[in-house]
């Protein structure tokens, strides 16, 4: 169901995110840009907490200010990626690591489950995520400092080691 920006208000409690549409106030488990990629800033998804679609938003920039807001935090929180500058320690726990890093947005500590939780596919990029599902990002492996490599050198896909033999380049 389209649902106009104009008509809805959305709200926020300690229970969590709700709408109130036609007089009737619904939970919001999750939010959800429609096309990310494409048209980010168009359509937002609001969907329960069985991943049922209450309603799609057009144009979410018509909501009131308040309603905008609550959502703005709410897409920062899932789509937000922060930026690794610096690993401070990482500490494994059988297959899973406890991690104490330096981004973009500050410090941050973080629980992997196992090494499946880098994603080297864009090599030498590095997608890390974390087990309450926040990702972060380390835009080239062989461009941080030694001791940062070391810290993860174990946990690397495969794709990121072999990614040093592609560039060229001999990194210390």
Request: aromatic fraction near 6%.
């Amino acid at each position: 169901m389209n649902l106009d920006a104009q008509q809805i208000k959305i709200l926020k409690d300690e229970q969590g995110m709700k709408v109130r549409l036609n007089g009737e106030t619904l939970p919001v488990d999750k939010v959800a840009l429609a096309f990310p990629q494409s048209d980010p800033d168009r359509y937002v998804g609001l969907l329960d907490a069985d991943g049922h679609e209450i309603g799609l938003i057009e144009n979410p920039d018509k909501l009131d200010k308040e309603s905008q807001d609550l959502l703005d935090r709410a897409l920062r929180e899932i789509y937000f990626v922060p930026t690794i500058l610096e690993i401070r320690s990482v500490t494994s726990r059988g297959t899973s690591s406890q991690w104490e890093v330096v981004t973009d947005d500050g410090d941050r500590s973080f629980k992997i489950p196992d090494r499946d939780a880098l994603n080297g596919s864009e090599a030498p990029a590095l997608t890390i995520t974390d087990e309450s599902g926040k990702r972060y990002l380390i835009p080239d492996y062989w461009t941080m400092a030694r001791e940062d490599r070391e810290a993860i050198r174990d946990l690397l896909p495969d794709k990121v080691v072999r990614s040093r033999a592609r560039r060229g380049a001999r990194i210390r």
